[in-house]
């Protein structure tokens, strides 16, 4: 089978850039494989809260609860887990467009994230930014997200402030 060579970046020749559903399909598959990733974590941190406060009397109205019925250590083990579970889920899928340009899902739709001047991958730094960015884009309306549906390049907010185009490789 014949292939053909990679685009050039000077020229963007041969790029072909991502379409929306695509890039929509690959966000949430990947956002879906990094919450599986979390989830022990986070189901852990909710069993150990639910452990420190079993002692507690349960009514229709809620729960009460004194402080010699309050178990301390699983409460703050179980929040401490919590919140790594939410950094998992966070800081899988930065690792996974700073290195592989996609997340598992993304990879299989093939849509990668690439810097727009070297079409490699943006690297850490921008990885963070781009994700940062993209809860800008959402914060009005999702724009940041739709104006790649008008864009030359097809980039979104997030994908401008940081130089990245998303393409279909």
Same mark, same amino acid.
């Given at each position: 089978? /014949?292939?053909?060579?990679? *685009?050039? *970046?000077?020229?963007?020749?041969?790029?072909?850039?991502?379409?929306?559903? *695509?890039?929509?399909?690959?966000?949430?598959?990947?956002?879906?494989?990094?919450?599986? @990733?979390?989830?022990?974590?986070?189901?852990?941190?909710?069993?150990?809260?639910?452990?420190?406060?079993? /002692?507690?009397?349960?009514?229709? /109205?809620?729960?009460?609860?004194?402080?010699?019925?309050?178990?301390?250590? *699983?409460?703050?083990?179980?929040?401490?887990?919590?919140?790594?579970?939410?950094?998992?889920?966070?800081?899988?899928?930065?690792?996974?467009?700073?290195?592989?340009?996609?997340?598992?899902?993304?990879?299989?739709?093939?849509?990668?994230?690439?810097?727009?001047?070297?079409?490699?991958?943006?690297?850490?730094?921008?990885?963070?930014?781009?994700?940062?960015?993209?809860?800008?884009?959402?914060?009005?309306? @999702?724009?940041?997200?739709?104006?790649?549906?008008?864009?030359?390049?097809?980039?979104?907010?997030?994908?401008?402030?940081?130089?990245?185009?998303?393409?279909?490789?």
């Amino acid at each position: 089978m /014949n292939q053909l060579p990679p *685009p050039d *970046p000077r020229t963007r020749i041969g790029w072909d850039y991502a379409g929306f559903w *695509p890039r929509f399909f690959a966000r949430v598959g990947d956002s879906v494989v990094a919450m599986i @990733y979390a989830s022990p974590v986070l189901v852990g941190g909710i069993f150990l809260v639910a452990l420190g406060v079993r /002692n507690c009397d349960t009514t229709e /109205n809620g729960i009460t609860c004194t402080g010699d019925q309050i178990r301390w250590t *699983p409460i703050g083990l179980g929040i401490v887990a919590i919140v790594a579970g939410v950094v998992v889920a966070l800081v899988v899928p930065i690792r996974w467009i700073a290195k592989h340009g996609a997340g598992p899902v993304g990879r299989r739709l093939r849509v990668r994230v690439v810097c727009q001047r070297s079409m490699l991958p943006i690297g850490t730094g921008r990885a963070i930014g781009r994700t940062l960015g993209s809860a800008l884009s959402g914060w009005c309306f @999702y724009l940041g997200y739709l104006w790649m549906l008008w864009d030359s390049e097809k980039q979104t907010w997030h994908d401008k402030m940081v130089s990245s185009v998303v393409i279909r490789a």
